[in-house]
């Protein structure tokens, strides 16, 4: 689904403009890197789930072209877990 799918969607269900719909999964989209990505945070939407930050370690990997080994640097990354609710929605 793009964006302004999302957007128009949003704008029905709340019975707003598009404009307005997209100020908020805009404003959404910022809390998120503000709130999970820069202060670590966990963001819990109830019926949805919740993300947060993991951390990576450094690693040793191989390049798969000439099988030397590198070393990855420790990075971050963003991990979503479904809520209970979502989850008993997508198997049945």
């Known amino acids: 689904?793009?964006?302004k799918e999302v957007v128009a969607l949003l704008a029905e269900k709340?019975?707003?403009t598009n404009e307005l719909a997209n100020d908020l999964l805009t404003s959404l989209a910022d809390i998120i890197k503000d709130q999970v990505l820069s202060q670590g945070k966990t963001l819990k939407l109830r019926s949805i789930g919740s993300l947060s930050r993991r951390e990576r370690p450094v690693?040793?990997?191989r390049n798969p072209n000439s099988g030397e080994e590198i070393q990855c640097q420790?990075?971050?990354a963003v991990t979503f877990?479904?809520?209970?609710s979502l989850k008993m929605k997508h198997s049945s």
């Open 81 to 84: 877990t479904a809520s209970s």
């Open 59 to 61: 690693r040793k990997a």
């Open 74 to 76: 420790a990075s971050s």
């Open 14 to 16: 709340c019975s707003t």
């Open 1 to 3: 689904m793009q964006h």
